[in-house]
């Protein structure tokens, strides 16, 4: 019982500070990503690696066209090249002069997530450790939130896909990872940053009383990645790879508009402008001219 | 159906670990902590044996099969079942990264559509029948007459089983069938340059220039080449020029993209060769007098007019090489996919001999002391081999394995007509696909992951080592049978010798490796399983350079018709990707379509066809016709049309079935005049709306980015200004 109370209290005390100071967090970690367009390929490995390790279900074709597709990675993949070749790409007879540009997208975990306070229940919320995260039990299906989100990262189980004729028909079923449920009709997914292995890394640190260590958890894009061009870690621990790529970048979580000391830098957030405030600094593509 | 069976007694029993300390080797991993650790009762037994611990997932490192790249796997397994699988990081192949289809192979492994059961062709139709009466037919059946098997790449302790048994049932013929291989510019390799299968640095190049060589998604050792390529891509940033007539996922990285026309890509490397020559004093070190007057020949206006492409691009390739060196020049892919591919190859290392690559970008390789042990690399030259054997009469009894020849073979070699008169047919598989539907006897396998098993991967940096491919979990379809085991037997029975000491293939792995290795220690054996590998000695090959032939003529007639590139994928593969859903929904790389094939065409063959994006359109060949949907974008020579390979199945499974088209099936007959090599960028097609569309399915609906900044690229020379390292 003093447990409770202990954590009512410091409940109220969060919550005071966070009026205070606005939009304070007192976070245990802060997840972030570091993704560098230069060295992504576009392969798609990380996908799979998604569909694999997250009990993704497969959807068939004729759903997949009515965009009820559950990849919570996606690759996008364009053709234009806006910063070096303005112009060629609207001539129709000409032949691609470069290669396509491709984009790994999962969910942001914007630290000023737009789905989450549309969530009539609060099945989306944020974590100690600084994830969007959703719950699975609590979600009533009214999709406010993928409605709401910038970058359409957030899918919904229109089906079940758990019967024979769904995505794992026996002996498919004996693959899907004990870690994490398999999520039923009518309920709201999206990526985690594979939590079940931070939880998992953050278990076995408190067992042998320490922190999570740097490289500790590796989520399963980042670590199937043939070029490593994705990075992951905590942005508290100003040791990690992924703070000293922040810092190096001049890109600083909380603002909606980095005022940076040297702007030709790489590093960007996407729709930043919308104060969404993610966790995922790209580097931008680099091209010969 | 299969829990209740999943026996850890007998699967520790079979991976031969009995003693105590020994039964976790393979674990070298960080486990993980499960969430619901202490709450979870329902487990796969109601009493674990002692060394599982309910939740706690372990690893044990093996060897992937997709390819035959060979790279290094770890499998997560937990309550008896593997569930995840990640790349080993002490494998040199990867490096502990995976692709897709490395991902994936669990779906195959957990396939609904295995075979469970060995089948025999009773009054026409395929029945299940005991182990014991399809070995006794077999038995029987191969005594007389001629035998030959066909098998993918085949390596290590496997092959040298296979070629036991076909020893002893009095067979000659082995046919390696592969369609997916660099078969081309091996040979060239080993021609020209004395060695078959030379080093890559892509990383100390600063100019990579390749024809056609997907070195991103199909070429030789795909995942190695990547990591390699992140190197490359590190400040001092290289640039990736690629030529080639669709866009592969190599070209979809490419800094300078050049579409050419299909089957000139010889001609576009010697008008570099000229430029270089005569525009940048390049003197041609090595390069006989004869290749020299061919180089002159080719001016770059000439070649523009031949590949179309502009003079000031050819130029500018010639310039990019002649101020970056070292440099490097592959050949592969769609550039060797015609009857004169071998001169492609031949080219691209001419240019390597010209810029001084030769010993700094291509270094010699390392072969093994061991060759009976070395790969019998796959090529489709095989396969037209063995539907020429088949339809002579030249077979009577045929094994095949990890070879699906009815499905690859175009109908202009008559491939079913010729496996109609094989007299008696054994397939061993995993699945039934094309091949094993028409054989008279099928022997189901169990899964890689089920199997043991040494590969040699196809490519290596140094040292050499053998991949060992060891059981990750007991078999999910109880019945089946590991490959080396079935062979073993088939070899006993026919009387092989000095084999009787082996009561299956593990004994024999074993006992082999432990000869190899001259060691007999539990202990040592254990750690050659935690790693995954062992190293074999090899002997250091010596690089020299002599021109090869260079022959830059095309047969191209300009009749109207278009022509067609069969092209390779990284996800479906040659085929074997297509029964599994988790490649079948992910996205291509480039067309981004899913679940189905569809042709790529240029927006001004498009239109001056009358053909929209999703338009079913009709592709008729000399020897066929498929029809599949345009999917239309800028990425591809308007004198061609490209259709993957992979779908278009008429088996194989539940996913794979009535999939899709198979742009194999109607290539005409024509092959590499060298080696043979079906040719994939050959076949004249006339091509048609079928009048029908409908909406594709594919993961991006727009190709723009509409001003958002969604991918923003900056131009190398600012990064190098910012970054530094120029």
């Known amino acids: 019982m003093s447990s409770l109370f202990g954590n009512i209290l410091k409940g109220w005390t969060d919550y005071t500070k966070g009026i205070e100071e606005g939009g304070h967090h007192e976070y245990e970690h802060m997840w972030g990503m570091v993704i560098d367009l230069d060295k992504c390929t576009g392969c798609n490995a990380c996908s799979v690696a998604c569909y694999a390790e997250n009990n993704i279900a497969t959807v068939g074709e004729e759903k997949y066209v009515a965009r009820q597709s559950m990849q919570w990675l996606r690759v996008e993949r364009y053709f234009d090249e806006p910063d070096i070749d303005p112009g060629a790409i609207d001539d129709e007879n000409a032949m691609q002069e470069r290669g396509a540009s491709f984009l790994p997208m999962m969910c942001q975990q914007c630290n000023a997530a737009t789905c989450e306070p549309v969530c009539p229940v609060a099945a989306t919320y944020h974590t100690p450790d600084g994830l969007n995260a959703q719950i699975y039990n609590r979600c009533i299906g009214s999709r406010y939130c993928a409605n709401n989100c910038p970058y359409r990262l957030r899918v919904f189980n229109f089906y079940s896909y758990t019967d024979e004729n769904g995505a794992w028909p026996e002996p498919m079923k004996q693959q899907l990872n004990p870690d994490i449920s398999v999520r039923e009709k009518g309920v709201m997914e999206k990526c985690t940053f594979c939590i079940q292995r931070i939880n998992a890394a953050k278990d076995k640190a408190k067992m042998e009383n320490r922190q999570v260590t740097e490289g500790e958890v590796k989520t399963a894009c980042q670590q199937t990645c043939p070029t490593q061009a994705i990075m992951f870690g905590d942005l508290l621990n100003p040791e990690s790879k992924v703070t000293q790529a922040w810092v190096r970048q001049q890109i600083k979580l909380g603002k909606y508009k980095q005022d940076r000391e040297n702007p030709t830098l790489r590093g960007y957030r996407i729709f930043e402008e919308l104060n969404t405030d993610p966790s995922v600094l790209y580097l931008e593509r680099v091209r010969e001219e | ?726």
């Not at chain 2, 007459?145 to 049932?169: D, E, N, P, Y």
């Not at chain 2, 043979?676 to 079928?690: D, H, L, P």
């Open chain 2, 1 to 726: 159906m299969n829990q209740s069976k999943l026996d850890r007694r007998q699967f520790l029993k079979g991976l031969g670990l009995g003693g105590a300390g020994v039964a976790l080797a393979g674990c070298d991993l960080p486990s993980y902590v499960t969430l619901e650790q202490g709450e979870e009762n329902v487990i796969s037994y109601l009493a674990p044996n002692e060394y599982v611990i309910p939740g706690v997932g372990v690893w044990y490192a093996s060897t992937c099969v997709g390819c035959s790249a060979g790279c290094g796997i770890h499998g997560r397994v937990r309550e008896g079942r593997v569930l995840k699988l990640e790349g080993n990081p002490d494998s040199g192949v990867n490096m502990g990264r995976l692709c897709q289809m490395g991902q994936a192979a669990l779906q195959h492994h957990f396939n609904p559509d295995r075979i469970a059961n060995p089948m025999v062709r009773k009054n026409g139709a395929l029945v299940e029948a005991s182990w014991d009466e399809a070995i006794a037919l077999i038995n029987e059946k191969s005594k007389s007459g001629k035998a030959a098997w066909v098998t993918g790449t085949i390596s290590g302790h496997q092959r040298v089983m296979a070629q036991t048994h076909l020893g002893a049932i009095g067979g000659s013929r082995h046919y390696a069938v592969e369609q997916i291989n660099a078969n081309v510019w091996k040979t060239a390799c080993k021609d020209i340059i004395n060695d078959p299968n030379p080093e890559i640095h892509l990383e100390k190049a600063k100019v990579i220039f390749s024809l056609g060589a997907d070195f991103l998604g199909t070429f030789i050792s795909p995942v190695h080449f990547a990591a390699s390529y992140a190197e490359f891509r590190t400040p001092p940033r290289g640039t990736l020029i690629q030529a080639e007539p669709a866009m592969s996922l190599t070209g979809g990285n490419a800094d300078h993209w050049v579409g050419i026309k299909p089957g000139s890509e010889t001609a576009l490397a010697l008008g570099v060769a000229n430029a270089l020559m005569n525009n940048h004093g390049v003197a041609g070190n090595g390069i006989s007098n004869a290749t020299k007057t061919l180089i002159n020949k080719h001016d770059p206006e000439t070649v523009a007019g031949i590949c179309a492409v502009p003079v000031g691009r050819i130029e500018k390739i010639a310039a990019s090489l002649a101020a970056n060196s070292p440099s490097l020049v592959l050949a592969g892919g769609s550039a060797t996919g015609n009857a004169n591919g071998y001169s492609a190859a031949a080219a691209a290392l001419m240019l390597n001999q010209m810029l001084g690559n030769i010993g700094t970008t291509i270094t010699a390789g390392r072969e093994l002391a061991y060759p009976q042990l070395d790969l019998v690399e796959g090529n489709s030259a095989n396969l037209k081999d063995l539907a020429i054997d088949a339809n002579e009469g030249k077979i009577d009894v045929l094994f095949v394995s990890g070879a699906n020849p009815l499905f690859l073979a175009p109908k202009s070699l008559k491939m079913l007509e010729g496996w109609n008169k094989v007299g008696f047919k054994v397939v061993l598989s995993s699945m039934l696909d094309e091949t094993a539907e028409a054989a008279d006897v099928v022997l189901p396998l169990a899964s890689s992951l089920e199997d043991w098993g040494s590969h040699i991967p196809s490519y290596a940096k140094g040292t050499r080592n053998l991949a060992l491919q060891q059981p990750l979990m007991e078999p999910v379809f109880p019945n089946t049978r590991g490959f080396g085991d079935v062979v073993l037997a088939l070899a006993k029975d026919a009387g092989a010798p000095g084999l009787d000491d082996y009561d299956d293939y593990y004994g024999y792995l074993r006992s082999a490796i432990s000869a190899l290795k001259k060691t007999d220690s539990e202990k040592e054996w254990n750690g050659f399983l935690m790693a995954g590998q062992t190293q074999i000695p090899s002997l250091g090959r010596k690089l020299s350079y002599s021109d090869g032939k260079i022959t830059p003529t095309m047969n191209d007639s300009d009749d109207g018709n278009l022509t067609l590139i069969a092209s390779a994928r990284m996800g479906m593969w040659d085929g074997r990707g297509a029964n599994l859903p988790w490649l079948q929904e992910s996205p291509d790389q480039i067309s981004k379509v899913v679940w189905d094939s569809w042709a790529e065409l240029h927006p001004k063959t498009a239109k001056s066809l009358g053909i929209k994006d999703g338009d079913y359109i009709n592709i008729k060949s000399a020897s066929g016709e498929v029809t599949t949907r345009a999917f239309i974008y800028k990425g591809i020579h308007p004198g061609a049309i490209a259709v993957p390979i992979g779908r278009g199945h008429s088996a194989l499974g539940r996913y794979a079935k009535d999939n899709g088209v198979n742009p194999l099936s109607i290539l005409n007959g024509a092959s590499d005049s060298k080696t043979g090599e079906i040719a994939t960028t050959a076949t004249k097609v006339s091509v048609k709306s079928a009048g029908k569309n409908k909406q594709m399915a594919k993961l991006m609906e727009i190709d723009r980015q509409h001003g958002r900044k969604l991918v923003a690229t900056i131009s190398a020379d600012k990064q190098r200004r910012t970054e530094g390292g120029a």
